[in-house]
């Protein structure tokens, strides 16, 4: 937030995206000098690697809404123009332009963070409803601080977020909040079984208990994602990213952050002089 903010794609500041290919290997500082001898100047460029890590000679050129006035308005014609007059000897294609007007990125905006809440907010209602309002706020807690680590490590590594990126993170949202359910279904049925027991001690046998679980069906799925971030190509980078980084914070935050703030109101409760103790299931017959 405070090195150089969240990168947003063109999805949400609104702008022109022009992919481009080329017959060999460009100078991307010679792309950025034909732009600018143009009018189009201070415009990203950055190159497009294939499944294998190779360079694909493609670059793309993001012009957002931000950019100098004479970037406002340009076009396909206007950036084809520039490449003739500068790239006489390197065959090109234009090989596909994105336009997103400022209003429609504003609004993508919106309703991705919107889209973000809903979802917070209807699995906070069904844990309330399954188990108790404490399981709910702190299962969206563990996630909320999930979706906030995410976020941030696309900040440092200065990756754009775009609806795809979106896609991923509600669904890594779907898939913390069921780790966390697991873990907070075997304390319930812990605390039916041993109500003598400290808190602190069922909520760490519960966590050993449901560990090879989640360390086999996160694993499983980690090498998945990876898989995906390797060889998938630039067009899944973002998703496959979010993925392979959430993951691995929502299997730790499920551990390490949801079950804890079980204690953690159960001291404050005791703390206040109110009964502390935690809705159980009721044992099997």
């Known amino acids: ?18 992919q481009v290919q080329f017959a060999t290997k460009p100078n991307e500082d010679h792309i950025r000098q034909a732009l600018s001898s143009a009018g189009i100047k201070d415009v990203p460029v950055h190159a497009i690697s294939d499944a294998t890590g190779q360079s694909a000679n493609m670059e793309v050129i993001s012009l957002p809404q931000t950019a100098s006035e004479a970037a406002h308005d340009v076009g396909r014609q206007q950036i084809e123009d520039a490449l003739n007059a500068n790239f006489h000897d390197s065959a090109f294609t234009i090989q596909r332009v994105d336009i997103v007007g400022p209003t429609a ?14 979802s917070l907010l209807g699995m906070l209602v069904y844990l309330w409803f399954r188990f108790e309002l404490i399981y709910g ?9 999930d979706t906030l680590i995410t976020v941030g490590a696309f900040s440092l590594t200065n990756q754009e977020i775009t609806l795809t990126v979106i896609a991923a993170i509600l669904t890594l949202i779907g898939y913390s909040m069921n780790d966390t359910i697991v873990v907070f279904d075997r304390i319930r049925e812990n605390l039916a079984l041993s109500r003598r027991e400290a ?31 390797l060889f998938g190509g630039p067009v899944l980078r973002g998703f496959s990213f979010a993925l392979t980084v959430g993951i691995v914070i929502g299997t730790y935050s499920s551990i390490a952050v949801a079950a804890p703030m079980l204690v953690a109101y159960q001291d404050w409760r005791k703390s206040r002089g109110k009964v502390s103790n935690l809705p159980a299931k009721r044992a099997r017959v």
């Open 105 to 118: 990125g504003k609004q993508l905006q919106k309703q991705a963070w919107l889209a973000t809440g809903y």
């Open 137 to 145: 706020v702190a299962a969206v807690v563990a996630v909320f601080h």
């Open 199 to 229: 808190l602190t001690d069922v909520v760490n046998r519960s966590i050993n208990q449901t560990l090879s679980r989640t360390v086999i069906s996160s694993g499983l799925t980690f090498l998945t994602v990876l898989s995906l971030l």
């Open 1 to 18: 937030l405070f090195w150089h903010g969240i990168p947003r794609g063109i999805d949400f500041k609104g702008g022109t995206e022009v």
